[in-house]
């Protein structure tokens, strides 16, 4: 049984914690099972006298003292400690799942999708280089089908912990970074290598990219280039809202490209991948440059469904001999997930 059958079943009331966006997926999923809601809280500081989806916007507190024991549903993203611990708070308290919706695309990774993907599932835990990658595997199936955040608990990693073990910066490494956002993937880097050859660091949001080039204007050897980055070359379409509210194929016309255009005969030793759902359309626009140099290549993990089981197998599809790495960092829901190749 899944979260979305348990739900259906469930006696006690469903009440939502958090609004905006990822509220608003949860409720169509809500709404396409026949499952209803009975309340929306948000944290302390953050409660407002307005409507959200016809409910008002009401305190943890007064939802507990209504209901006593509920269901939460949590509706949003974060990494803040501070944030993560009342989460936990609420979860010692009450029922509390953080349901697995797409940042990118509609499909649920429910009991039926894995069912039918089972096949894949296995091939692609067959292919992971260690026991902490095959333990990450298993824990987030485990959370996409239980909301449970236990399951994501349990098999964090340290940030330092890849750079300890097995993704290794060596002299002169060439840095691709495909996503940059403010400049914080490119300035970690420059600090991890600190002998690097050059970065080149690609943001498509106009506004973003502002950020990119102040953050960064410090760094030598740096390029940044404003454009998305795909599976073709040339013109389309992307709207600019920032982080992961970005849509490819909406809002204004800008310029996309292939990594195997954008870098040309240029060495390239080290990819970063957090493109918003572009990752597997990415990899395939890379097929040159990861044939040729075979870089090492981090690959968020968490934007489609599908990136889950399809991203693996497309890079190995290019090049067999890569050994592939999965590690989990703090956040919820399972956002900070990425494959490591090397």
Same mark, same amino acid.
């Given at each position: 049984?899944?979260?979305?059958?348990?739900?259906?079943?469930?006696?006690?009331?469903?009440?939502?914690?958090?609004?905006?966006?990822?509220?608003?997926?949860?409720?169509?999923?809500?709404?396409?099972?026949?499952?209803?809601?009975?309340?929306?809280? %948000?944290?302390?500081?953050?409660?407002?006298?307005?409507?959200?989806?016809?409910?008002?916007?009401?305190?943890?507190?007064?939802?507990?003292?209504?209901?006593?024991?509920?269901?939460?549903?949590?509706?949003?993203?974060?990494?803040?400690?501070?944030?993560?611990?009342?989460?936990?708070?609420?979860?010692?308290?009450?029922?509390?799942?953080?349901?697995?919706?797409?940042?990118?695309?509609?499909?649920?990774?429910?009991?039926?999708?894995?069912?039918?993907?089972?096949?894949?599932?296995?091939?692609?835990?067959?292919?992971?280089?260690?026991?902490?990658?095959?333990?990450?595997?298993?824990?987030?199936?485990?959370?996409?089908?239980?909301?449970?955040?236990?399951?994501?608990?349990?098999?964090?990693?340290?940030?330092?912990?890849?750079?300890?073990?097995?993704?290794?910066?060596?002299?002169?490494?060439?840095?691709?970074?495909?996503?940059?956002?403010?400049?914080?993937?490119?300035?970690?880097?420059?600090?991890?290598?600190?002998?690097?050859?050059?970065?080149? %660091?690609?943001?498509?949001?106009?506004?973003?990219?502002?950020?990119?080039?102040?953050?960064?204007?410090?760094?030598?050897?740096?390029?940044?280039?404003?454009?998305?980055?795909?599976?073709?070359? +040339?013109? +389309?379409?992307?709207?600019?809202?920032?982080?992961?509210?970005?849509?490819? +194929?909406?809002?204004?016309?800008?310029?996309?490209?292939?990594?195997?255009?954008?870098?040309?005969?240029?060495?390239?030793?080290?990819?970063?991948?957090?493109?918003? +759902?572009?990752?597997?359309?990415?990899?395939?626009?890379?097929?040159?440059?990861?044939?040729?140099?075979?870089?090492?290549?981090?690959?968020?993990?968490?934007?489609?469904?599908?990136?889950?089981?399809?991203?693996?197998?497309?890079?190995?599809?290019?090049?067999?001999?890569?050994?592939?790495?999965?590690?989990?960092?703090?956040?919820?829901? %399972?956002?900070?997930?990425?494959?490591?190749?090397?």
């Amino acid at each position: 049984m899944d979260l979305w059958e348990y739900l259906k079943s469930a006696e006690k009331p469903i009440v939502l914690y958090g609004m905006g966006n990822g509220a608003d997926k949860i409720i169509r999923v809500l709404e396409r099972k026949g499952i209803a809601f009975s309340g929306v809280f %948000a944290s302390d500081g953050f409660v407002k006298p307005k409507l959200f989806h016809g409910m008002p916007i009401e305190s943890y507190a007064t939802l507990k003292e209504r209901f006593g024991e509920m269901i939460v549903l949590l509706c949003f993203g974060t990494h803040l400690p501070e944030v993560m611990e009342n989460i936990k708070k609420i979860a010692r308290e009450q029922e509390l799942y953080a349901p697995d919706v797409p940042v990118v695309g509609e499909g649920l990774f429910d009991s039926e999708l894995c069912l039918h993907i089972k096949d894949k599932l296995k091939e692609v835990y067959s292919l992971l280089a260690d026991e902490k990658s095959k333990q990450t595997f298993e824990n987030i199936i485990k959370y996409r089908l239980s909301g449970k955040i236990s399951y994501l608990f349990d098999c964090e990693s340290g940030e330092d912990e890849p750079y300890e073990s097995f993704l290794k910066c060596e002299s002169g490494e060439s840095f691709l970074d495909l996503g940059a956002y403010n400049g914080d993937t490119a300035l970690e880097f420059s600090c991890r290598c600190p002998d690097y050859s050059k970065i080149i %660091a690609v943001e498509p949001d106009f506004k973003t990219f502002k950020k990119l080039l102040n953050n960064t204007k410090e760094l030598e050897k740096i390029v940044c280039r404003n454009l998305c980055v795909s599976d073709f070359s +040339g013109k +389309g379409r992307f709207l600019m809202k920032g982080g992961r509210n970005s849509v490819v +194929g909406e809002g204004a016309e800008t310029e996309f490209s292939t990594v195997d255009d954008l870098v040309g005969d240029q060495k390239i030793t080290f990819i970063k991948m957090d493109v918003e +759902g572009e990752e597997l359309k990415a990899v395939k626009g890379a097929k040159n440059t990861i044939l040729e140099h075979k870089p090492k290549m981090i690959i968020s993990a968490y934007h489609r469904t599908e990136d889950f089981w399809e991203l693996p197998r497309a890079v190995l599809k290019i090049r067999p001999d890569y050994k592939v790495y999965m590690r989990h960092f703090s956040s919820l829901p %399972a956002w900070d997930t990425a494959f490591y190749f090397v």
